[in-house]
């Protein structure tokens, strides 16, 4: 599973809860990889505890976090985890093979139409777990 993070776009109440989940060995055995790559301001990447291993690229100025995100995509069959609520990501999340789930308050329409979209500071950590249960026994 993939998971890129727009630190600068997702605050950290909606964040850190699916951080703890992705670290939790209930969610993910041994067998499941996950690559957390996260970009933003040194700022935004500092208010975050980031789960070990996570590749941090901080970037400061218009689109250069999401240019680093983008750079840090390849596709493939597994899950791909969009937090972030930009559009530019929807054309990303619509080509990719797998499954999208992105986690924001405020995703745009763009992302609303292609992917699953759940906000963990209004509906609770419980449907991002199912969703990343869903996908794992479907493989």
Not at 31 to 40: F, L, T, Y
Not at 49 to 64: C, K, N, V, Y
Not at 95 to 101: D, F, T
Request: charged share 20%.
């Amino acid at each position: 599973m993939l998971v890129l993070v727009d630190a600068d776009n997702v605050a950290p109440p909606r964040l850190q809860p699916v951080l703890d989940a992705l670290g939790d060995d209930i969610v993910r055995p041994d067998s499941d990889e996950v690559v957390i790559v996260a970009s933003g301001s040194r700022f935004a990447l500092g208010r975050v505890d980031w789960p070990a291993g996570t590749r941090l690229l901080e970037h400061e100025g218009w689109q250069r976090a999401d240019v680093a995100l983008a750079a840090a995509y390849s596709p493939s069959e597994e899950p791909l985890v969009l937090v972030s609520g930009d559009g530019d990501f929807a054309l990303l999340a619509a080509r990719h093979p797998g499954p999208v789930l992105v986690i924001s308050g405020a995703a745009s329409q763009r992302l609303r139409d292609v992917a699953a979209v759940l906000d963990p500071a209004t509906d609770g950590i419980a449907p991002v777990l199912g969703w990343l249960e869903s996908v794992r026994s479907a493989q």
